[in-house]
């Protein structure tokens, strides 16, 4: 598994979770690292990505101001801090990461743009 991803699990409405992902082998080093979560029945949408740049994230409209990514290059891995979780954040949680090592573009936030991907953790923010 080249992204291995952790930290769902079920929540109340208002609470907290933090996930995380490493990447491994082929994954690792790769310019931009993100999120996306799937929902029963919905597409998969993007969440936040950021780049290996400390300062250069990318956030969706739902999740700004709640949810924080941060990157950590020393051990090859990003996490995603969620607060103020609602019931509709809930859904799988996957980790992604794009093929190139240099970025020169805004950080994407379409799936299609993303090679590398995780194997998914839920999340479950109960009302």
């Known amino acids: 598994v080249q992204l291995q991803a952790s930290g769902g699990g079920l929540v109340q409405t208002g609470g907290s979770l933090r996930l995380s992902c490493m990447a491994r082998?082929?994954?690792?080093?790769?310019?931009?690292m993100g999120w996306f979560r799937q929902a029963p029945g919905k597409e998969r949408e993007f969440v936040a990505g950021?780049?290996?740049?400390?300062?250069?994230?990318r956030y969706a409209d739902s999740t700004k101001g709640r949810f924080t990514i941060s990157r950590d290059t020393t051990k090859n891995t990003i996490y995603l801090q969620m607060d103020n979780l609602r019931p509709e954040d809930t859904a799988v949680y996957y980790c992604?990461?794009?093929?190139?090592?240099?970025?020169?573009?805004?950080?994407?936030?379409?799936?299609?743009?993303?090679?590398?991907w995780g194997q998914g953790t839920l999340v479950t923010v109960s009302s």
């Open positions: 992604a990461a794009t093929s190139d090592r240099i970025l020169t573009a805004p950080i994407p936030d379409t799936s299609g743009a993303y090679s590398y």
């Open positions: 950021v780049h290996r740049s400390p300062n250069n994230r």
């Open positions: 082998g082929r994954a690792s080093g790769r310019a931009v």
